[in-house]
């Protein structure tokens, strides 16, 4: 069982910034990605960023070159950098892994961009 905790969110103006941090319980090494996801209101979960095992971060084409993802096996965690931020970027942010072929979720964490 992996457990994740979130942090970070909150509320942002639009072009401003916000870090989101996941803390993962485990050995984060051994998962086999790690990433964010995000839920806007009455719309479908969808990936924001994603950093499989040994590899180089997916984005979704709607934050490329505004957020930057990380990943720290040292330390159980991966970070969300939200740069220039839009209202459409609103929405309820999840940190995921995905392990022995099972996903995982946190309870999520609210951003909101106001214009």
């Known amino acids: 069982q992996v457990q994740l905790v979130e942090s970070g969110g909150g509320l942002v103006q639009a072009g401003g910034s916000l870090r989101l941090s996941c803390s993962a319980s485990?050995?984060?090494?051994?998962?086999?990605?790690m990433g964010w996801y995000r839920q806007a209101p009455g719309q479908q979960r969808e990936l924001v960023a994603r950093?499989?095992?040994?590899?180089?971060?997916n984005y979704a084409d709607f934050v490329k070159g505004r957020f930057t993802i990380s990943r720290d096996n040292a330390v159980n965690t991966v970070s969300l950098q939200m740069n220039a931020l839009k209202p459409e970027d609103t929405a309820v942010y999840y940190c995921?892994?995905?392990?022995?072929?099972?996903?995982?979720w946190g309870k999520g964490i609210l951003v909101t961009v106001s214009s």
């Open positions: 950093v499989p095992r040994g590899s180089t971060a």
């Open positions: 485990g050995r984060a090494s051994s998962f086999n990605t």
């Open positions: 995921n892994v995905e392990w022995w072929e099972m996903n995982y």
